[in-house]
């Protein structure tokens, strides 16, 4: 035992040191395991992310564009996090990281979930109004190659405001592979862009890059080529002073023809609220000053279909006009005919009194509705057929205005056959061009009248369910048309459909052109004034009636 124990100590000693030995091995290879971590997982990306934790300006710039050069699949969320104000950093443990929409912190480096307690020190990247348009800039770069061709167009767009020169390489690999023909055409005009504002790049790259900006020919192309720096080179110069010229003369072109399309647009309004008063008006030659609050009828019987939808089954909403067309029709008209049974009929022959009632019953009709409804704007939705717009050469077409236009030429159409091929629009024209031989032939003047009423207002009816969805619906909507319905008819000439769509047409477009000079009211003053000295030289209108009675 004397023995054992004197051996025992150093046996002890011995395994002692083994086992140390072990344990200092062990950590140098789990070291030399981190290191090689460490060094495997260093490269640009990270060391983009590492100038972050900096909170500096400058270095945050230099972050940007690393991360956007590192080729990352996480560049583009870093950088849409940076944008949104949830890019994070701890300057202690020199790591940033991502907040996420649910709060969730995410690590920029791996992308994985952070887990356990985040850092205390932590704090959000800081931006300057320089640093947003760094941003936006590469946000659009990192977009250039999406899957999807409304984001590459958008990101084309974005980088030819922003003319980052650091998008350059990102432009001329998106070009060599895109196929979509408009996406394309975007990317050539953004790389266009840089290339003119570059300082390395050659006269002729910039020459050639005036003329693709000049081949685009809108305004934003007249801006960038009118910004141009003072050290270009007078053949650059010499470039964009030409092809400014161009844009400005195509762009006079485009403007008249935007003015067109905004005078046919309003037209189209006119002549919906002025075809049913030219059949009031021309058949019966009542001046009906409650033909507004038809209208205004149209629009809410919109209103109510709906509301009824959106409660009951909104499924239904993108037919909701189609409902609500034939409703207005009835509802304007069945109104329209109360009207002439109740208090027109008596009135024929007495115009100022048939004014004043009518003009009593407008108000009357007003305060019902206001009382029923409110005296606020009620919303009434567009449909997602008619909602948005799109570009025509330089001139943008909305939906809603393109289908009212074409909505007012399909009820014109319409009312031309009604007229032409029934019995109806027989016995109405019979009527128009001599009442007195009409009745001797056994038409019923007073059914026409009422008939021709109810149509009449039926077709306003009809302008209210167009006229919701581009104005206010409100107790007063028909106010607004009414003096314009008046003068159409009375420059068209009255009872004529062919004069009342020449002339909505022409004082739509009219209008338009004198607005940019003289303003909406000084035009709208304008238009009347020549409309009256248009009447002294031909009382009847541009197309004047033909018949004895009219003659006489």
Known sequence: MRALGRFAPNAGTIGMRALGDRFVALLLSLGLIAALVTSARAGPYEDALLRFTA????????????????????????????????????????????????????????????????????????????????????????????????????????????????????????????????????????????????????????????????????????????????????????????AITSIQNSLVVWTALQNTWYGLSL??????????????????????????????????????????????????????????IPLAFLVAGFVGILIERGIIRFLYGRPLETLLATWGLSLILQQAVRTTFGPTNKDV?????????????????????????????????????????????????????NRAMAASMGIKTSRIDALTFGLGSGIAGLAGVALSQIDNVSPNLGQGYIIDSFLVVVFGGVGNLWGTLVGAFTLGIANKFLEPFAGAVLAKIAILVLII???QKRPRGLFALKGRAVEA
């Open 55 to 242: 909170d500096s300006f400058g270095e945050t710039i230099e972050g940007i564009n690393g991360v956007v050069a590192s080729g990352n699949p996480l560049a583009a969320t870093v950088v849409g996090a940076l944008q949104g104000g949830r890019l994070l950093f701890s300057a202690q443990s020199k790591r940033v990281f991502i907040k996420d929409p649910s709060d969730r912190l995410i690590d920029a480096a791996t992308g994985q979930p952070v887990a356990g307690s985040a850092p205390a020190d932590l704090a959000p990247v800081r931006l300057n109004n320089r640093l947003r348009g760094i941003v936006q800039a590469a946000l659009g770069s990192l977009t250039l190659m999406a899957p999807d061709p409304a984001k590459r167009l958008e990101a084309a767009r974005a980088v030819f405001k922003s003319r980052d020169a650091n998008a350059l390489p990102a432009l001329d690999q998106a070009i060599a592979k895109e196929t979509d023909s408009r996406v394309k055409q975007a990317l050539i005009e953004a790389r266009a862009a840089v290339v003119l504002y570059l300082d390395s790049a050659s006269e002729a790259d910039k020459i050639e890059a005036v003329a693709v900006i000049r081949q685009r020919g809108d305004q934003e192309a007249l801006g960038l080529l009118s910004g141009l720096p003072a050290s270009a080179s007078p053949a650059v110069k010499k470039a964009a002073a030409d």
């Open 533 to 535: 000295l248009f009447i």
């Open 381 to 433: 939705g567009n449909p997602s057929w008619m909602s948005g717009s799109f570009d025509l050469g330089q001139i943008t077409i909305t939906y809603n205005r393109l289908w009212i236009i074409v909505f007012t030429l399909l009820i014109f159409v319409g009312l031309l056959g009604l007229l032409r091929f029934t019995r109806l629009g027989l016995e109405m024209r019979a009527v128009t061009q």
């Open 267 to 324: 037209g189209s309004v006119l002549l919906l609220a002025a075809i049913g008063l030219a059949i009031t008006f021309g058949v019966m030659g009542v001046i009906n000053m409650a033909h507004g609050e038809m209208v205004m009828l149209g629009a809410y019987t919109t209103f109510v279909v709906q509301e009824v939808i959106r409660t009951r089954n909104p499924a239904l909403f993108d037919y909701s006009l189609a409902i609500a």
